[in-house]
């Protein structure tokens, strides 16, 4: 599964000893994957990712002292470039929402496979998401509703959409499949597909989660 020549740096975060021992024994079995450090606490966490500056961040959202989410969070003002996955036994959709628009890049649960875990690890220092496929659905569709529940403050670009590709991701924000994009707009699933490429294109995103975040992170659409 190595997809890379450079080994990526990891550092694990959770409470439980035991844990963070059994992940470090499976990733560092991995061609390619070191573990270059552990936290057992949020401000630990915080302090080992600004010392280390790792790849990936394996982060639990269930921490002493700070939650992951307040990791997050710290670590985004402090515009650290490590990219984090959240490691957690539960995670409450609204949960995945948060973390996601932190600055999270991707969600596993505890029970996932090595091999999930390790595909996650490695898509996301990819530069993609990671979000487990059962998931994208519901996340796309709360995503969509917090999107349109925030009152846009300022002026908004428009990144050179068009009328006709603004009114596709507005829809694609609001969950819609391209079979149903094509119904709403009375015109073929090969148009849709060409609109949602050029959207792609033109604000820079490779996937609709990413078009999700994107559009959710610079108020592009609103419920007006």
Not at 33 to 50: F, H, K, M, S, Y
Not at 169 to 194: C, Q, W
Request: aromatic share 4%; net charge neutral.
């Amino acid at each position: 599964m190595k997809e890379s020549s450079a080994s990526v740096d990891v550092v694990i975060s959770d409470d439980h000893a035991i844990f963070r021992e059994g992940v470090r024994k499976l990733l560092e079995a991995e061609p390619g994957l070191r573990v270059v450090g552990e936290a057992a606490d949020g401000e630990d966490t915080q302090r080992v990712v600004r010392q280390l500056n790792p790849h990936v961040l394996l982060l639990d959202l269930s921490l002493p002292k700070m939650t992951g989410l307040e990791v997050l969070r710290e670590l985004g003002k402090l515009g650290v470039q490590t990219r984090t996955i959240v490691l957690t036994a539960a995670i409450e959709r609204k949960q995945v929402v948060e973390a996601l628009q932190l600055g999270a890049r991707g969600v596993v649960l505890k029970h996932a496979t090595l091999q999930v875990l390790l595909k996650s690890i490695w898509c996301v220092h990819a530069g993609q998401y990671w979000i487990d496929h059962e998931s994208i659905s519901d996340l796309i569709h709360a995503l969509g509703w917090m999107t349109h529940s925030q009152r846009a403050s300022g002026a908004r670009g428009d990144f050179g959409l068009t009328v006709r590709e603004k009114q596709v991701m507005a829809l694609v924000v609001g969950g819609y499949t391209n079979i149903d994009l094509a119904r709403e707009l009375g015109i073929s699933e090969h148009t849709v597909k060409h609109h949602v490429t050029n959207i792609f294109d033109k604000l820079g995103v490779s996937n609709r989660l990413e078009l999700v975040l994107f559009a959710t992170n610079h108020r592009l659409i609103n419920g007006d």
